[in-house]
């Protein structure tokens, strides 16, 4: 069974940087594993729906962002650490939300608990 722990949240000013991690357990980043996954980050802002923030896929990695971070954040896996990480530069006030680390393995849907980034001055 796949559980998925993020870490990584917290207060920062706007301009500034985080970098969000997400554990992956009961799954390990194999060549042939990763030809049937998609990692994700997700995010819900208060009152607002949760959005597609950055998705990696398949064997070799293919990113995909939305367009409101894409060139300021940048999605990646770590095999050694079984981790999906997401680098976040120049935050804005509107980046502010719970982000959520998502799977989708084999058909099978997984979600984080989510973690608080807050973007404040």
């Known amino acids: 069974q796949v559980q998925l722990v993020e870490s990584g949240g917290g207060l920062v000013q706007p301009g500034g940087s985080l970098r969000l991690s997400c554990a992956v357990s009961g799954f390990t980043f194999t060549t042939y594993t990763l030809r049937l996954s998609t990692m994700s980050w997700y995010r819900q802002a208060p009152g607002k729906e949760r959005e597609l923030v950055a998705t990696i896929t398949g064997v070799n990695g293919v990113t995909n962002y939305s367009d409101s971070v894409k060139g300021r954040f940048t999605i990646s896996r770590d095999s050694a650490k079984n981790t999906v990480n997401l680098q976040m530069n120049s935050l804005k006030p509107e980046d502010m939300a719970m982000y959520y680390c998502?799977?989708?393995?084999?058909?099978?849907?997984?979600w984080g608990q989510g973690t608080q980034v807050t973007v404040s001055s």
């Open positions: 998502y799977s989708r393995i084999s058909g099978r849907v997984t």
